[in-house]
């Protein structure tokens, strides 16, 4: 069967929507791939590169132009809306991911949405590589721009622990937070497409550990349907965790896909959503990534390809150690996975 050989952007595209297979299934980053090599060989860090919009730009391109995956994606930290929104953050070094320090909110009353919040130092910095990005690379690799749901927002203003008891004492409290920070999603979200980002990962952190599949149907399906309608764009859910229990719950929501752990099987997870979300992931990152070989990432890949994954990926944002050598075993992977698995 004849197959084209697609642009890393048309790659990438048709594996979010479930279309068409070229040579070779496609590799991104819905989150974060840069690593300690990857600064080094750039000659750019943390914290600058969190900070300045060249930078920013500059280092998220390295994981094309380096590591050849189909993507490029200029936000390496979960922490931009908490920054614009009054949190103090550390924005962390090379061996350390950006942190909020502070949790300035206890009520409703506590939340303040800037009305220039697209001017906000970490806002607009996203922005303007997005932007960046658009102008060197936007007609042959795909652009990801990413956002904080309302729930992973809440766990930084207020603190996770916190947040979390108000699921069982103060669900109406939860349920106004959500719908208030569900505004910054949605504003940041489409400014994001406007600059030029191809699809949106959405990150909000109902993880399989903290919260049940029930919490996530009743508290946050309505919301992401909302967010989903409202940005107008393709949009990637990532949640954390075992979520093999509520994976129909992010086909109802209506995601076109998911970026998913290796705690959840990829045949498993190809055989639920039948065909109705596509899958990215799911290559471990502690285990494999970070402490295996180049062959035991390779094997991992070939293992998803052949369950049936569109995207191959690292399962979530790298650890900062994590050798280059194994992250582009995922796309030495790629390169071979259709010929031997079409077998």
Known sequence: MFKKNFSPKRRFLSGLFGGRKGLRISVGNPTSIVCIELMQKTGIHFPEAHLDAKLMAELAAAGHEILDYDT?????????????????????????????????????????????????????????????????????????????????????????????????????????????????????????????????????????????????????????????????????????GNCIDRLRYFVEAGFDAYHFEWQVDAQKAVKIVNGEMSLIGNINNAKTLYNGKPEDVYAQAKYSIKAGVNILAPECCIPLQTPLRNLKAIVEAAKDGYRETDR
């Open 72 to 240: 490029v994606m200029p936000e390496f930290s979960v922490q931009q809306e908490a920054a614009a929104l009054g949190c103090e953050v550390n924005w962390g070094n090379d061996n350390m991911m950006p942190e909020a320090k502070t949790h300035p909110v206890k009520e409703l009353k506590d939340i303040i949405i800037p009305d220039n919040i697209l001017e906000k130092p970490s806002i607009k910095v996203v922005l303007d590589a997005i932007s960046i990005l658009r102008k060197e690379y936007g007609d042959h690799i795909a652009i990801l721009g990413k956002v904080m749901g309302p729930w992973t927002i809440s766990y930084h203003l207020v603190g996770t622990q916190e947040f979390l008891t108000w699921v069982i004492l103060a669900q109406d409290k939860i349920r106004r937070f959500l719908d208030v920070l569900k505004e910054v999603t949605i504003i940041f979200g489409k400014a994001q497409m406007q600059a030029g980002a191809d699809a949106i990962t959405l990150a909000d952190h109902a993880t399989g550990d903290l919260v049940r599949p029930e919490t996530y149907r009743d508290f946050l399906i309505p919301i992401h349907q909302e967010i989903i309608r409202r940005i107008g764009a393709p949009i990637i859910l990532h949640i954390c």
